[in-house]
């Protein structure tokens, strides 16, 4: 949000309205409906469910304005609509970089516990895709305890650590989370029980998940660079709106951060 309105702030010919559809997905299809009523020329949507968005697609086809997902994939594979974009990162490969940086740090054996986000979400789906994918291909003496939904917050994340503790005790040695919030959540957990031995991983690099980087309580967490992905997003709406061409599908690349560059994203 703040790198589209940076994107637009000295745009004098743009007026950007923004609203919070609260993680509501009928919240979110009444609020594009009004936008629409109000003669708005192109769409924006970080969209709640990702295999819910039919209702926007087809409001903004009939508008014949254009569509711009970004953050959240709900295309998958598949090809876009005419007039609708997206621009974002390929989840699985967030997966990917932070299970090969675990399998290193492991040292390519032990057990792995996987916080995944909300269900219905393309991220949560694909990241884990990613983590038991590069499991399967490069660490055949890692295993997977246990995958579990912590919708995101930082509190599940905290209980369910608790709970993978009592359960596997010192079989347990890392902890893929599908973002920050679950996995500093987990270091509390770990933290809070006297177990050192944990590698705990997220992905975002929230600020609060590099500052625990940089001390040592998390060992990694992958940035999917929101800045990149807001002003993207903001460049495709004002190309299109004012007849430019743009590429239906744009990408933002993720990176791994760790100790060794952090320095770099801070």
Same mark, same amino acid.
Do not use: C, H
């Given at each position: 949000?703040?790198?589209?309105?940076?994107?637009?702030?000295?745009?004098?010919?743009?007026?950007?309205?923004?609203?919070?559809?609260?993680?509501?997905?009928?919240?979110?299809?009444?609020?594009?409906?009004?936008?629409? $009523?109000?003669?708005?020329?192109?769409?924006?949507?970080?969209?709640?469910?990702?295999?819910?968005?039919?209702?926007?697609?087809?409001?903004?086809?009939?508008?014949?304005?254009?569509?711009?997902?970004? /953050?959240?994939?709900?295309?998958?594979? /598949?090809?876009?609509?005419?007039?609708?974009?997206?621009?974002?990162?390929?989840?699985?490969?967030?997966?990917?970089?932070?299970?090969?940086?675990?399998?290193?740090?492991?040292?390519?054996?032990?057990?792995?516990?996987?916080?995944?986000?909300?269900?219905?979400?393309?991220?949560?789906?694909?990241?884990?895709?990613?983590?038991?994918?590069?499991?399967?291909?490069?660490?055949?003496?890692?295993?997977?305890?246990?995958?579990?939904?912590?919708?995101?917050?930082?509190?599940?994340?905290?209980?369910?650590?608790?709970?993978?503790?009592?359960?596997?005790?010192?079989?347990?040695?890392?902890?893929?989370?599908?973002?920050?919030?679950?996995?500093?959540?987990?270091?509390?957990?770990?933290?809070?029980?006297?177990?050192?031995?944990?590698?705990?991983?997220?992905?975002?690099?929230?600020?609060?998940?590099?500052?625990?980087?940089?001390?040592? $309580?998390?060992?990694?967490?992958?940035?999917?660079?929101?800045?990149?992905?807001?002003?993207?997003?903001?460049?495709?709406?004002?190309?299109?709106?004012?007849?430019?061409? $743009?590429?239906?599908?744009?990408?933002?690349?993720?990176?791994?951060?760790?100790?060794?560059?952090?320095?770099?994203?801070?």
């Amino acid at each position: 949000m703040d790198a589209a309105k940076k994107f637009f702030a000295g745009k004098a010919d743009v007026e950007l309205i923004l609203q919070d559809a609260q993680e509501d997905v009928i919240r979110q299809q009444d609020l594009v409906n009004t936008l629409i $009523s109000k003669g708005v020329k192109a769409l924006i949507v970080v969209p709640v469910n990702t295999g819910a968005m039919e209702p926007i697609i087809q409001a903004a086809a009939d508008a014949k304005i254009p569509l711009v997902f970004v /953050n959240r994939n709900p295309f998958g594979e /598949n090809a876009l609509p005419a007039n609708v974009y997206y621009v974002g990162s390929q989840e699985i490969i967030a997966g990917q970089l932070q299970m090969e940086a675990m399998g290193k740090v492991m040292g390519g054996k032990g057990n792995v516990a996987i916080l995944m986000g909300k269900l219905d979400n393309e991220g949560a789906v694909k990241r884990t895709e990613g983590n038991e994918a590069t499991i399967k291909a490069k660490f055949p003496n890692i295993k997977v305890l246990a995958k579990e939904t912590g919708n995101w917050q930082r509190d599940q994340g905290m209980s369910l650590t608790e709970n993978w503790l009592t359960a596997y005790g010192k079989n347990l040695n890392g902890i893929l989370a599908n973002n920050d919030e679950m996995a500093l959540g987990a270091v509390e957990a770990l933290k809070a029980a006297g177990r050192k031995d944990v590698f705990v991983m997220g992905v975002d690099a929230i600020p609060d998940a590099k500052v625990a980087v940089g001390n040592g $309580s998390l060992a990694a967490t992958v940035l999917q660079d929101a800045v990149g992905q807001g002003s993207g997003a903001a460049g495709v709406a004002y190309t299109v709106v004012k007849g430019g061409k $743009s590429a239906s599908v744009i990408w933002v690349p993720f990176v791994l951060v760790n100790k060794a560059n952090l320095s770099k994203y801070k």
